[in-house]
């Protein structure tokens, strides 16, 4: 008998692994492997989200024409030119999609999001990887990377898993030295967690050049991993490619109602800014201190932090240890990452308990 042959280039995916939520012997702890907001979400969008129950039956506003005009006066964007998807995520997959195919070449970083790899992969792309400098994103290496073959170029600032930011001048040296046929899509879904809100001047890029698009989500800063919403910005004609592959009604009624009561709730942003910035400096130093156990924290202007084991304490053994003492974070031996772990800042109480455990750990 015969079956049904899935495309060979669709078996060379690695099925992404999501951050768990329960320990091996099932115990519910704290959960911090997925970036996730430890604040919760804004009240003002939790509030939009239960108003939309009372309307169930209908299909969303294909054109997400509420949701666009509301990013657009945010952002002093052309709101024409906001594409929006099931997550970041869907948008991602829609830039390879439209983009790339079989024979094609997409670059990302060594230590870059896992979505790029599948996203390139499930289009029968060919993955080129450009080596780290230090963890962080090496604009040299990416382009010394191009081939004639190179149609999209993914960068996460700041990055996944590492947290390392690229200067706005990083990112200019990136885009001009790139043709201009080559799509370069940064992907800002960390970019408010950054000190001082100084985004890389991808959203000035996306504005004014034919090749660039910037993605955002309101997985992360905003609270709403839960209803999946996320958006791109780019050219007209990029975003009109795109489109034309986009699943009709791709993101919910009551998705959309709590992203745009949450956009506008500017205290709530404030306030888990300040919140990851504190915690997330005060873990960095503290995990700066036990050098001597080789434990080494990757700079990071995201809500998460790498935490590199290069003595005699392996990650592996933090991790499970970790999971003992009530911390799910993340492992990633799968991203070529088997001597890090990646922490997300959680309450006041979590970023504590998960430094005291590590500590422990150490032996400190
Ligand atoms: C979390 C994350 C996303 C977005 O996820 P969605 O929930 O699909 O919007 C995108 N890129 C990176 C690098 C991420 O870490």
New binding site residues.
Partial sequence: MTAPAPKPWIMGIAPYIPGRSTTDDGRKVAKLS??ENPLGTSPAGREAFTSAAGRLERYPDASATELREALAERHELDPARIIYG?????V?HLAAGAFAGPGDEVIYVRYG?A?YEIATRRVGATPVIAPDKDYATDVDAILAAVTERTKVVFV?NP??PTGTYSTREEIARLHAGLREDILLVL?H??AEYIEGDAEDGGMALAARASNVLV?R????MYGL?AE???WGYAAAPIIEAMHRIRLPFSITIAGTAAAIAALNDRAFVEHTREHNARWRAWFSEEVGKLGNAGLRAVPSQANFVLVLFEGKLTAEAAYKGLMNAGYIVRWLPGQGLPHGLRITIGTEDETRGVMAALRELAGA
């Avoid at 099931?86 to 869907?90: L, P």
């Avoid at 989500?217 to 992360?220: L, M, P, W």
């Fill in positions: 997925s970036n099931n997550g970041s995520d869907e991602l999001f979505v996460a990055n996944n992907d879904a960390y993605t989500t309101f997985s992360k991993a999946r919403i996320g």
